[in-house]
C-alpha cells in the first residue's frame, strides 16, 4: 500500500478554479489503477475567487525529475522538470507539459507501487499558491532587474497566457517565491517548455536549491525516508 500526506504549502492556501470539463482528467485516469495506486482520483471542485494552489513534487521514477503543477480551470496544469526548478535567472529548464492533474494531488505524498504509470517515491518538494504577473507581462522584454510591488497591473488571462505559450506569475511558496515564466520552445512541439526565474528580489544567482532544500515542505521526510514508510491501511 502507498501512503498520502497533508500539506497546503504557505498556511493552507485556499483552492481556486471551477470544475474542469468533463474529460479534462480522463488521459490521467487512463494511465491509472486507482486499485492499486493511493494517487487521488479526483472530484473535488474549486471555489470561485480563492487562490490558486501550486505545488511541486519530486518525483524517483525512472529517472528523478520534478513536477510543477500550477492550478488552472479546476484542475492541476502539469510540466515534468528533469533538472527542477532554479533561483538562478540564468538557467533556463526544460519542462515538459504533461497531463492535468487532480486539485488533491497537490498534497499526495507516498510511493506508487510497480507496474503503475509513474512508479516510484513522490516527496512533496514545494507547495503554496500563485497569481499571474500582469506587471511584468505587460513591461516587455527591455525590463533590466525589476522588484515585485504591489503596484495595480491588468488583468491577466493565464489560460490564454498558456495557449499562446508564455505565462508570466508569482509564486508564493514555502522555498520558491517572486516572478517565474513557462516560455514554449519554438519548433520543439506543444509539449516541450522553459521555466524560467526572473531577475526580481527573490533571485539567487548561483545557487543550487534543489541540494540546499532537498526535502519535504509536508512531512521534513527525504526520498529515502518515504521510499522506507509502509502504510498501515
Known sequence: MTEQGNTSGAGEPARGGAEPAADALAEYRSRRDFTHTAEPAGGRVGTAGERLIFCIQKHAASRLHYDFRLELGGALKSWAVPKGPSLDPHDKRLAVMVEDHPLEYAS???TIPAGEYGAGTVLLWDAGWWEPDAAWQAAGANRGVRLHTETAAPALDAAAAIDR??????????????????????GRGPQNWLLL??????????????SDAPDSVATGRSLDQIAATKSDA
Open 197 to 210: 526565474k526572473h531577475a526580481d528580489a527573490a533571485a539567487l544567482p548561483g545557487s543550487d536549491i534543489e
Open 165 to 186: 505559450g508564455e505565462l508570466k506569475f508569482i509564486l508564493h511558496g514555502k522555498k520558491l517565491t517572486g516572478s517565474w515564466a513557462l516560455v514554449r520552445m519554438k
Open 108 to 110: 499526495f505524498e507516498g
